[in-house]
């Protein structure tokens, strides 16, 4: 066999970063990261590493696209899963496969919709992207429910204050979703009851022997989303 190329060299080694950097992100937590700690893992001077990843910054940049864009193909898989079936049942697929991968994933979940590291900031042009298909996502399926007449479009709806209505609507026409700003206003509820509820579970919010079967809890809660979703008013 030839030897690997300088780009498979390179592509090998940042996945080798990433894969220790998952793990000391599980053991240790998004503010104690370390490049350094990674490279003496990898049998590398701190220098040579980052002649790959150059900086703690950029590892925790690596680590968020890769969890973001994890957690978007398990709700895309799921999506898949159940095509044909109605806007709803496909949006329940979505929101589960999102909880079960946070579940499953509590730090990188953390990392993403936990608190903010000290001093670091994600850059933009590479995390807005990866970090807004699920949401993307799960109003293209409202959409849907609009367009099949289940969600009430009302204009006359007093969804909020000017300024928000504005909002709202700027986000439809930047997505190109065939929903005023009324449903806007619940879908966007709908998001924070899916975030809220995963991060009530996932961080031990409720404690421990609250409820024994916190996916049915999940369930009722976005059942009561999407209900709201549904109405013309609240």
């Not at 220098?47 to 150059?54: E, G, I, L, T, W």
């Not at 193909?73 to 079960?100: I, K, M, Q, Y």
């Not at 579970?201 to 009722?220: N, R, S």
């Amino acid at each position: 066999m030839s030897p690997p190329s300088r780009a498979e060299h390179r592509e090998d080694v940042t996945a080798a970063v990433l894969r220790i950097g998952r793990r000391h992100l599980a053991e240790r937590g998004a503010a104690a990261l370390s490049l350094r700690a990674v490279a003496r893992e990898l049998g590398m001077v701190s220098s040579a590493v980052y002649r790959y990843v150059d900086s703690r910054d950029e590892l925790l940049t690596l680590l968020l696209v890769d969890a973001y864009t994890e957690q978007a193909d398990a709700v895309t898989a799921a999506v898949e899963a159940v095509r044909g079936r109605p806007w709803d049942e496909r949006l329940l697929a979505a929101a589960t496969a999102f909880r079960s991968w946070a579940v499953d994933e509590p730090a990188r979940y953390a990392l993403l919709y936990g608190s903010p590291v000290p001093g670091y900031a994600a850059p933009p042009e590479r995390t807005i992207e990866p970090g807004t298909r699920v949401v993307t996502a799960l109003l293209r399926l409202v959409a849907e429910g609009v367009a099949a007449g289940d969600i009430v479009d009302d204009a006359a709806y007093v969804v909020a204050p000017d300024a928000l209505v504005e909002d709202l609507t700027r986000v439809g026409a930047d997505l190109d979703l065939a929903a005023g700003p009324a449903v806007l206003g619940r879908a966007v509820a709908l998001w924070a009851v899916l975030v809220g509820a995963t991060s009530l579970e996932v961080f031990g919010q409720y404690g421990a022997d609250t409820f024994t079967e916190p996916a049915a809890l999940f369930e009722h809660q976005l059942g009561l989303a999407l209900a709201t979703l549904r109405a013309a008013t609240p």
